[in-house]
C-alpha cells in the first residue's frame, strides 16, 4: 500500500488519516497540521522523506499568478526549497489547483450554459486568482477586485481586468511600501469605511470569489445582507464552510477541487495521490497529464446548494417607456407643478424627459418557476412618449436603447425586452439587437399568443359563440393591422380556429402576400383582405386591433356588432376610454396580460400586482428558460415561436391574468351586464328589422 503525507500548516484539529483507492492502486493517506509553525513542517518534512511515496505541503502562500518578480521571489520561502532538496516526490498542488481554477469555470459554463453570462463577480483576491478572472472575463465583463482595499487598505476598488493588471504589475508594489495599514489600523473611521465599501461590493455582486487561505478572516464580518442568494466559488470546502455559507444564505457553492475521495481533501493530496500512482516527481508531470486524469477520472469540480435545492436565479431588463404625456403626472413633483402652470408646462415636460438618458424605474425580484428556476430583472425607463419617438429619426430612439442596453449587462441582465412603442420604432428592434451586447427581444411572439388567449377566454366567458370541441369556431373575426408583426400572426392563429378571417390593413400588395402564405398553411379557411374594415364590421364576432397608429382612430365602435370581443394589442392603445364608453354592450379587452409565477415584487406599471403585459412576459420567459438569444425581432414574426413561447410559458407557470379593459379588470358580474346588454341589443334590432317588415308588407298590400 503506498503512502500519501500531506503537511499542512494550517490547524491540527483538521487532522486525518484514512485508506481509499485511487487510479487502481491502494493508499494510506494522513495529514498532519502543524498550527502554522514553519519549522515543525521543515522537521516533517525531512522524516516523511523515503517513508513516504509521495509528500503534499498544504496551506502554503502561492505567488501571485500575476506580479513583479520581487513579489514572486518574496513567497519563495523555506519549506518549498526544502522540498526540492528531498529524494521523494514533493508538491503543493499548485499544477492541479491552476488547472482545477480554469476546467472549474468551463465545466459549469458548459453544463449549465451562460451561466457565467454578464455576472457581477467581486474578486477577493484577484493576485491569487488572477488565471480565474482572466476565463471569467470571457463571460462578463462585470468583474471587480478587492486587492487595493483588501491588502493595503486602500479605499479603492478595480472594476476591470486591465486595471488589475496595471495595479498587479506596477501599483501593487508601490503601494506594498506605503504605510496603509499601519494608517488604516489607528484611524478606526477609515477602517470602518473600508468595511463599508467591502460589504457594499459584496451586496452588488452575484457571485464572490474567496480565496482558501483566509477564509474566514475575509467573511468573518458578513451577513445574510452580503451573501444571501449569492454564489461563492473557493477551493476546498470543508463542510465548517458549507455551515458558515449556509447560515449566511448562500445559494451555491462552487468547489473548484474536486472531491474524488470519500471526504473533502486540499490539492495537494490529490495531486500527491497522482505523483505517487505515476511514480513520477511534480516537475515531471505536464499539465495536459492532470487534465487526462481529470477526463478519465471524472474529477469535476463539486457544486453544492447549501439548502438542498437547486438554485439558479437569471437575470433580465426590460425598456418601459411613457404612453403620453399625462404619465408624466406620475411623478409627483411634475404633477404637482401642472396642477398650477400653464398647459405649455406638460408639452415642455414631454420634450425635455425625451433627451434623458435612461434610468431605472424599477428592481423585480421574486419570480420563481415551478421548476425551480428564478428570475429578477429591472425596469428600465427611456424618457419618449410615442409622439416625441414620432417626431425625431429612429436613430434617436436607437441611441437610447444602446445605452439601456449597456445599462442593464452592466448590471448583470442576460437578455433586455423593447416593450410598447420602442418595438415599433424604425426596424422594430433590428438595429438594437445588430448592435447591442446583450441579446435583443421585442416580446411580439407572446403578445400575439397573449392576445388570442385572452380572446378565447372572453369569448368564452360571453358565452355568445357556440365552441364545439374540436372543431371551429363557427363565427367570423377580423384584424387590423393585419400585414404588421403581432397582427399577421394572428390571422395566421385565428384562421386555425375560425372559419371565417378578414385581413384588414393599409398595404394591398402585404395582405396578398399574408394571404397567399396563410392558405397554403392552412387550406380551406374563408379569407378576405380589405383597405376598408368599417363595411364589415357590424358582422363580426371577434376584432383583434394590432396597429401602430399611435393614438390615431383605427375602429369606429359605433358600427361595432353587440356582443363583439375587440381584443386591443395595440399601445399606445386603439382605442380610448371615451371610445369604449360609447359601446356598454361590447367586450373590449386590453389584449393579455400575464400572471407571473411566484411572488413577484416591482413598482407599479398600471396593472395589478404579479401582472404584467405579455412582451414583458416573454422577455421573463426566455431568462427563466436559460434562452438568451435574439428571440423576436423585426416585423415578420414565426409563428412556431408564438407557439414555442407559450408552451415555455406554461411550463414555467405563466397563466392568462384576469381579463382587464380600459377601466381595469373585469369580473365575471361585469362580463354578465355585457352579455345581457348586448343581447338586449340584438332583440332590439330583430325587433325593429320585423316592424320595418310588417311595415313594407302593409305597404304592398295597400298598394
Not at 518574496?74 to 492541479?96: E, S
Not at 415551478?370 to 419617438?389: N, Y
Request: charged fraction near 25%; aromatic fraction near 8%.
Amino acid at each position: 500500500m503506498k503512502q500519501v503525507i500531506s503537511i499542512s500548516l494550517g490547524p491540527s484539529k483538521y487532522d486525518y488519516e484514512f485508506e481509499t483507492e485511487f487510479l487502481g492502486q491502494q493508499f494510506m493517506v494522513k495529514r498532519i497540521g502543524t498550527d502554522g509553525s514553519r519549522d515543525k513542517a521543515a522537521q516533517l518534512l525531512l522524516e516523511s522523506d523515503k517513508n513516504a511515496d509521495a509528500i503534499g505541503v498544504g496551506q502554503v502562500k502561492f505567488p501571485p499568478a500575476i506580479s513583479s518578480g520581487y513579489l514572486t521571489r518574496r513567497h519563495d520561502d523555506k519549506i518549498k526549497r526544502l522540498g526540492r532538496k528531498i529524494q521523494t516526490p514533493v508538491t503543493t498542488g499548485a499544477a492541479l489547483r491552476d488547472v482545477a481554477y480554469e476546467w472549474s469555470l468551463r465545466f459549469v459554463e458548459h453544463k449549465f450554459k451562460d451561466y457565467f453570462k454578464n455576472q457581477k463577480v467581486l474578486f477577493l483576491s484577484g493576485l491569487n486568482n488572477y488565471n480565474m478572472a482572466k476565463v471569467m472575463a470571457e463571460y462578463t465583463d462585470n468583474l471587480t477586485f478587492a486587492d487595493p482595499l483588501i491588502e493595503n487598505d486602500i479605499s479603492k476598488l478595480v472594476h476591470s481586468l486591465k486595471g488589475f493588471e496595471r495595479y498587479a504589475k506596477g501599483a501593487h508594489e508601490i503601494l506594498d511600501w506605503l504605510p496603509g495599514k499601519r494608517l488604516t489600523s489607528s484611524v478606526v473611521p477609515l477602517k470602518k469605511w473600508n468595511q463599508y465599501i467591502l460589504k457594499k461590493a459584496m451586496q452588488k455582486a452575484n457571485i464572490i470569489v474567496v480565496p482558501n487561505q483566509g477564509f474566514y478572516r475575509l467573511l468573518e464580518d458578513t451577513s445574510i445582507e452580503e451573501l444571501g442568494g449569492k454564489i461563492i466559488i473557493s477551493s476546498t470546502v470543508y463542510d465548517d464552510r458549507v455551515e458558515f455559507l449556509k447560515a449566511r444564505g448562500v445559494d451555491v457553492i462552487i468547489d473548484t477541487t474536486p472531491k474524488i475521495l470519500q471526504r473533502v481533501v486540499s490539492p495537494n493530496v490529490i495531486e500527491a495521490l497522482i505523483l505517487a500512482a505515476l511514480e513520477k516527481k511534480s516537475d515531471m508531470v505536464h499539465p495536459d497529464d492532470i487534465l487526462e486524469i481529470i477526463s478519465m477520472q471524472r474529477m469535476d469540480p463539486r457544486i453544492v446548494y447549501p439548502s438542498g435545492k437547486e438554485k439558479r436565479v437569471h437575470r433580465f431588463a426590460f425598456v418601459i417607456h411613457p404612453l403620453s404625456k399625462e404619465f408624466l403626472k406620475k411623478d409627483k413633483a411634475v404633477d404637482f407643478v401642472s396642477g398650477f402652470a400653464p398647459p405649455v408646462f406638460l408639452d415642455a415636460v414631454e420634450k425635455v424627459v425625451a433627451y434623458a438618458p435612461p434610468w431605472v424605474y424599477s428592481k423585480v425580484t421574486g419570480i420563481k418557476s415551478p421548476t425551480g428556476a428564478e428570475a429578477e430583472g429591472w425596469l428600465i425607463t427611456v424618457g419618449g412618449t410615442p409622439k416625441q419617438m414620432l417626431s425625431h429619426t429612429p436613430e434617436f430612439t436607437y441611441k437610447r436603447l444602446l445605452q439601456a442596453a449597456r445599462m442593464a449587462k452592466r448590471m448583470g441582465a442576460q437578455i433586455m425586452g423593447l416593450g410598447a412603442f420602442t418595438k415599433v420604432v424604425g426596424d422594430a428592434g433590428l438595429t438594437v439587437a445588430k448592435k447591442a451586447d446583450i441579446p435583443i427581444t421585442t416580446g411580439n411572439s407572446y403578445s400575439a399568443s397573449g392576445a388570442l388567449w385572452a380572446a378565447a377566454d372572453a369569448v368564452r366567458r360571453m358565452g355568445l359563440i357556440e365552441i364545439e370541441s374540436g372543431k371551429k369556431i363557427a363565427g367570423k373575426t377580423m384584424v387590423l393591422g393585419a400585414s404588421g408583426a403581432i397582427g399577421s400572426v394572428c390571422c395566421r392563429l385565428l384562421a386555425k380556429a375560425f372559419d371565417e378571417v378578414i385581413l384588414a390593413g393599409r398595404n394591398t400588395a402585404k395582405l396578398l402576400a399574408l394571404q397567399q402564405a396563410i392558405l397554403e398553411e392552412t387550406p380551406g379557411v374563408k379569407l378576405k383582405i380589405t383597405t376598408k374594415p368599417d363595411r364589415y364590421l357590424p358582422d363580426m364576432d371577434v376584432i383583434v386591433t394590432a396597429t401602430s397608429g399611435a393614438g390615431k382612430k383605427v375602429l369606429d365602435i359605433t358600427k361595432v356588432k353587440p356582443g363583439c370581443v375587440i381584443t386591443d394589442v395595440a399601445r399606445p392603445l386603439d382605442l380610448s376610454p371615451e371610445d369604449v364608453a360609447k359601446r356598454p354592450d361590447v367586450l373590449v379587452i386590453e389584449s393579455g396580460e400575464i400572471e407571473l409565477p411566484g411572488n413577484p415584487e416591482m413598482k407599479n406599471i398600471g396593472l395589478p400586482k404579479k401582472v404584467v403585459y405579455a412582451c414583458l412576459a416573454e422577455t421573463i420567459v426566455l431568462a427563466l428558460e436559460g434562452r438568451y438569444e435574439v428571440f423576436t425581432i423585426g416585423r415578420d414574426i414565426e409563428w412556431e415561436k408564438v407557439r414555442d413561447i407559450y408552451k415555455m410559458g406554461l411550463k414555467h407557470g405563466m397563466k392568462l391574468a384576469a381579463i382587464s379593459g380600459v377601466n381595469g379588470v373585469f369580473s365575471d358580474e361585469e362580463i354578465r351586464k355585457v352579455r345581457e346588454l348586448a343581447l338586449a341589443a340584438r332583440a332590439g334590432a330583430n325587433a325593429a328589422d320585423g316592424t320595418v317588415e310588417a311595415q313594407i308588407e302593409t305597404d304592398v298590400e295597400t298598394a
